[in-house]
């Protein structure tokens, strides 16, 4: 669904992704982890088309959507979350996922209709479904650290995606939250059958949700294959824990 | 965005709207005329709020398009034989254009450069009006632009303008509650963000920059019928900073914030104007007072104590 080949992106010639490569298929979880800086927010960014690559290739859906402006990726059918926190923090819960709503329905140039009455009932399931139902009326920015990444993933679900991006979902969040996120993120999968491609610091959490995953370490992707495979790689261990032998557990 | 303050706002609206069209029977010719002006200006002000306020574009120079909106109104009165009623349609129609002309050019660049391209256009256009004697009039505009019948007198130049502003003002409110007003403060918010879920961020302002052009030229318009004069200086940047004032005063939150600001703007420059030399100062007082204690303006203030009174 996904084909990721060679992509490069450097900042005032600081290679932060240097040869990232990637591939997912239709109905997978994939995972994308590495050290800190390892430029797996910048892949995201690169793939979604908030920022133009310097070179390499985006496959998605078999077309090519190098460079594209993220709108229109987004209206091919790919959604994403934010590693920071970036929600409109003027609306209010119900409001920031309806709006997302409305942009896939191609209502946002509709000047005259109320918007109250519109996108109702599909903002009011995506909220039922990720537990916001009952602070629907309060204002984003009034919301907890918690709270608020998950509405994030509710704008991304606003756009009924096929192909979802999660960058370090739950970051930040408590326990309980994390425990309620990752079911979450489970029946996104199993009921909606979306396809999820997602970085995350927790190795516990990306060995129980990912099919497979893909290493990147200072911009490159150094292994990409099943969680056994990653498990117990060398290479992996040198960069990522610095060298112990033990296989990650 | 639930508003206390606004809950169950129709029968204010049409109370205030009554007293509005009962103004002329008890008050004197003069304060009718003020609040014409009021009116108009408050249009002014709230049309800039949509794309200011609404749409998080920093839009430094909207007197241009409510000047050019009144130019254009006057010229096609004076120049033209076509029905004088005309003119109020080409006067916004040209400042839609400008704004959109306008929009096109300063849209690639982000918010604050934005406004600064923005000021030097505007002034551009403020010089040409200034030095076209021969169509413009120059810097000494035109005076006396003969006007349908109906609204010559001062009476029915006000209730023109009320009539007018309403509708403009309900047009503007409805698109501010549309998904069109949705996306647009989506963007203010969040600009990455909009574009992320699927919205042509660029696409989007510069319909918002069109429209807000159309409604500054429709209160630019409303300014030949109550005055019948037009000059180089209604979009000269001063004003401009006056209507953000307005807007920062009111409230840019809030709705009708533009045209509560504008109301007290216009009461204090009518009525300090012995004090002329010192407008500028009072202007930048206010600006502080409201930075420093207002910063959601009066009606932001006034919705935070109802909602404070509500909860207790
Ligand atoms: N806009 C930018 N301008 C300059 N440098 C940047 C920019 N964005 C990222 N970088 C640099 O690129 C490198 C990769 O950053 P990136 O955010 O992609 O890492 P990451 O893998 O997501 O890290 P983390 O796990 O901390 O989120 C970092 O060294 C960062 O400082
Ligand atoms: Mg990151």
Known sequence: MLEVTSLQKSFDGFKAVNNASLSVKEGEVVAVIGPNGAGKTTLFNLITGVLKPDGGKVLFKGEDITGLPSYKVCRRGMSRSFQVVNVFPRLTVFENVQVSVLAKQKRTWNLFAPSAKLAVSETEKILENVGLADIKDATSAALSHGERKVLEIAIALGGSPEFLILDEPTAGMSPEETTRCIDLIKQLKEKLGITILFCEHDMEIVFSISDRIMVMVRGSTIIEGTCDDVRCCQEVQDAYLGGSDACLT | ?312
Request: proline fraction near 4%.
């Open chain 2, 1 to 312: 965005m639930k508003n206390p303050l606004l809950r169950g706002k129709l029968p204010w609206v049409i109370a205030a709207l009554i007293v509005l069209f009962l103004l002329p029977v008890f008050l004197d010719r003069f304060y009718v005329y003020l609040a014409a002006i009021i009116l108009l200006t408050g249009l002014s002000a709230t049309s800039l709020n949509f794309v200011l306020g609404y749409g998080g574009v920093f839009q430094f120079h909207h007197a241009v398009f409510y000047g050019i909106g009144a130019y254009g109104t006057a010229l096609m009165i004076i120049k033209s034989n076509l029905s004088p009623w005309l003119g109020f349609i080409v006067g916004p129609v040209v400042a839609g254009i400008l704004g959109f002309v306008i929009g096109v050019i300063c849209i690639r660049l982000s918010k604050l450069y934005f406004g600064m391209l923005q000021i030097s256009l505007g002034s551009l256009v403020w010089a040409i009006v200034y030095r076209w004697y021969s169509f413009t009039g120059g810097d000494d505009g035109i005076h006396g632009v003969p006007l349908p019948d109906i609204i010559s007198s001062p009476n029915g130049a006000y209730y023109f303008t009320l009539i007018v502003t309403a509708v403009s003002m309900f047009i503007l409110y409805r698109m501010i509650r549309s998904p069109f007003g949705s996306a647009l403060q989506g963007i203010r918010d969040n600009p990455v963000r909009s574009e992320m879920i699927g919205v042509n961020v660029k696409l989007q302002q510069l319909l918002a920059l069109t429209i807000a052009g159309f409604f500054g030229g429709v209160a630019g318009s409303l300014f030949v019928v109550v005055d019948n004069t037009v000059f180089p200086d209604m979009m000269f940047w001063t004003l401009s900073l006056e209507l953000i004032i307005m807007c920062l005063l009111g409230g840019w939150f809030s709705f009708l914030g533009p045209m509560v600001g504008a109301g007290i703007i216009v009461l204090l420059r009518t009525y300090v104007s012995g004090l002329t030399v010192y407008w500028a100062l009072i202007l930048g007082i206010i600006m502080m007072l409201v930075i420093f204690f207002l910063p959601n303006g009066v009606l932001g203030y006034l919705d935070r104590f109802v909602k404070k009174k509500a909860r207790s």
